[in-house]
């Protein structure tokens, strides 16, 4: 909740009841924020924000999503012939998301899923003539950019224990899997 101090330096402090059902009311006060948790949300809302318009960036000019770009890449560096269930093992992704993003780059042209001839239980994915062109003309930009530039490794591991600190500070623990 945003508020504004007053001119004698007073925070108003508000007790909104808001309906949770018809019989039960929560009430809430307004705190005291702090300049540095102040600081960290602004940093969460512009790393959002440029995440948001990156995605809406490549959806106008490439027809994809960062999450579909990210898994082409990934495709494309595991090379020609890479067994479905590898991708699976190398991913931190639910496979009912990875379906959905596979199934949405086979149908634009950008992978080639395929029986594997020596085991027909198997399927194998490979990058398209499409799919390598995109590759080459989008952005390298998102998480995957760390796959390939040269980062202090140090600065890599305060980057992912903030991000984990962060699950933890927003109290998403439970949404994670």
């Known amino acids: 909740m945003m508020f504004s101090v007053k001119p004698n330096g007073r925070i108003p402090a508000r007790t909104n009841p808001r309906i949770v059902d018809r019989n039960q009311y929560v009430?809430?006060?307004?705190?005291?924020?702090s300049t540095e948790a102040l600081g960290a949300i602004r940093a969460w809302t512009r790393l959002e924000a440029a995440i948001s318009a990156f995605n809406r960036d490549l959806g106008r000019r490439h027809g994809v999503t960062g999450a579909q770009l990210a898994i082409l890449r990934i495709i494309g560096e595991l090379g020609p012939g890479l067994r479905l269930s590898e991708l699976r093992r190398r991913l931190v992704m639910h496979p009912a998301t990875l379906g959905q993003l596979l199934d949405r780059l086979e149908a634009r042209g950008l992978i080639e899923l395929t029986v594997?001839?020596?085991?027909?239980?198997?399927?194998?994915?490979?990058?398209?003539e499409a799919g390598s062109r995109l590759i080459e003309r989008a952005p390298l930009a998102g998480p995957v950019r760390l796959r390939h530039v040269e980062v202090d490794k140090a600065r890599l591991r305060r980057l992912s224990a903030a991000l984990t600190d962060a699950i933890?500070?927003?109290?998403?623990?439970?949404?994670v899997s």
């Open 116 to 128: 594997d001839e020596s085991d027909r239980r198997r399927r194998l994915i490979e990058v398209t």
């Open 27 to 33: 009430t809430h006060t307004v705190a005291v924020v």
């Open 168 to 175: 933890v500070l927003f109290g998403l623990e439970e949404y």
